[in-house]
C-alpha cells in the first residue's frame, strides 16, 4: 500500500507566497509523474503541475510562471513553490503519485491541503 500525504497549506495574503510539500511513502519501487491538482468549491480538479521522475515539469496554464514544482527522487516528495498568489488559486490542493508496480501505474491521492488566497 502506499500513502500520499500533504502539508503547507494555510491562509497566505493576495500577492503572497505559500509552498506545499508531498510525500509517498510505502510499497514504492518507481514513481512515474507526481504532482499537484486542485479544485475549487463548485468546479472540477484541474491540473497545476507535475514531475516526471526525469524532471519534465508540466503547469496549468493559469500557473505558468509564478508556480515551481521541484522533485526528490531518492526521497519520494514533490514540493510546489506559488509566488504572487491571486485570490482565484483558493482550492483545496491535491497531491497525486503514479506508481510503477510492473505491469500497471497505480494512482494515489492525497487527502488534500486547503489554501486560501484572501486579504
Known amino acids: 500500500q502506499v500513502q500520499v500525504v500533504e502539508s503547507g497549506g494555510g491562509l497566505v495574503q493576495p500577492g503572497g507566497s505559500l509552498r506545499l510539500s508531498c510525500a509517498a511513502s510505502?510499497?514504492?519501487?518507481?514513481?512515474?509523474?507526481m504532482g499537484w491538482y486542485r479544485q475549487a468549491p463548485g468546479k472540477q480538479r484541474e491540473l497545476v503541475a507535475t514531475?516526471?521522475?526525469?524532471?519534465?515539469?508540466t503547469y496549468g496554464d493559469s500557473v505558468q510562471g509564478r508556480f515551481a514544482i521541484s522533485r526528490d527522487n531518492a526521497k519520494n516528495t514533490v514540493t510546489l513553490q506559488m509566488n504572487n498568489l491571486k485570490p482565484e488559486a483558493t482550492a483545496v490542493y491535491y497531491c497525486?503519485?503514479?506508481?510503477?508496480?510492473?505491469?500497471?501505474?497505480?494512482?494515489?491521492w492525497g487527502q488534500g491541503t486547503q489554501v486560501t488566497v484572501s486579504s
Open positions: 514531475s516526471t521522475s526525469s524532471g519534465t515539469t
Open positions: 510505502g510499497s514504492i519501487a518507481v514513481i512515474n509523474t
Open positions: 497525486q503519485a503514479n506508481v510503477f508496480s510492473a505491469p500497471r501505474v497505480y494512482t494515489y
